[in-house]
């Protein structure tokens, strides 16, 4: 079984820089696709940024685009979502997940296998 905990969340202001950091156990994690999520109150879980097993592979989206990277150390079993510029609108619970092999639609939630319990960021203007 795959387990999957981020770490890394906060308060910060808005214009500052957060790095969540995801780590996953209990499998073979360059075996994964890796995603960020994140869920506001009363809002649908919104996909943000995907790496590869490879790591040459990122998928995101344009909310973010600039703002947010995603990288991963294979070696460390860890994936790092890095956040600048960060907006009051960026205030969220931001999940991690992991996907055995390729996905065909990574941006989707049902893609994902494995979910952390999630990490908060609040963003105060």
């Known amino acids: 079984q795959v387990q999957v905990v981020e770490s890394g969340g906060g308060l910060v202001q808005a214009g500052g820089s957060l790095r969540l950091s995801c780590a996953a156990s209990?499998?073979?994690?360059?075996?994964?696709?890796m995603g960020w999520f994140r869920q506001a109150p009363g809002k649908e879980r919104e996909f943000l940024k995907g790496?590869?097993?490879?790591?040459?592979?990122?998928y995101y989206i344009d909310p973010v685009k600039g703002r947010f990277t995603i990288s991963r150390d294979n070696a460390k079993n860890t994936v790092s979502l890095h956040m600048n510029s960060l907006k009051p609108e960026d205030t969220a619970v931001y999940y991690c997940?992991?996907?055995?092999?390729?996905?065909?639609?990574?941006?989707?939630?049902?893609?994902?296998?494995?979910w952390g319990q999630g990490t908060q960021v609040t963003v105060s203007s």
């Open positions: 997940a992991a996907r055995l092999g390729v996905c065909t639609n990574c941006m989707s939630p049902t893609a994902y296998d494995y």
């Open positions: 209990g499998g073979t994690f360059s075996r994964y696709t």
């Open positions: 790496i590869s097993w490879s790591g040459e592979d990122a």
